[in-house]
Nanobody
Framework: QVQLVESGGGLVQNGGSLRLSCAAS????????LGWYRQTPGKQRELVAI???????NFADSVQGRFTISRDNAKNTVYLQMNSLKPEDTALYFC??????????WGQGTQVTISS
């Protein structure tokens, strides 16, 4: 099993920046992909960005060019740098982990709120 602990959420003004972190513990040797999803009330959870163990990245169109994702395999941590934030980026952000056996784990979520 894998446990995920997120940090870095908060309140920021329109156009500001935030950096989210997610530290994984447990069976970390089996981690294939790490990333972030987000969800707002009444909507489905949506992909924000993911990064594979080989460094391949995938971003939602809505954040392309504004967000970057990176991972530190030695620390089993994934980071999401969010720049040029917009009110529509307001959401509960969840850390995501995919193991080699296709098991999926989620963090508890960290709130990101952008004021207009």
């Amino acid at each position: 099993q894998v446990q995920l602990v997120e940090s870095g959420g908060g309140l920021v003004q329109n156009g500001g920046s935030l950096r989210l972190s997610c530290a994984a513990s447990g069976t970390t040797s089996r981690i294939r992909t790490l990333g972030w999803y987000r969800q707002t009330p009444g909507k489905q959870r949506e992909l924000v960005a993911i990064i594979t163990d080989r460094g391949s990245r995938n971003f939602a169109d809505s954040v392309q060019g504004r967000f970057t994702i990176s991972r530190d395999n030695a620390k089993n941590t994934v980071y999401l740098q969010m720049n040029s934030l917009k009110p529509e980026d307001t959401a509960l952000y969840f850390c995501y982990c995919l193991l080699g056996d296709m098991s999926v784990y989620w963090g508890q979520g960290t709130q990101v709120t952008i004021s207009s």
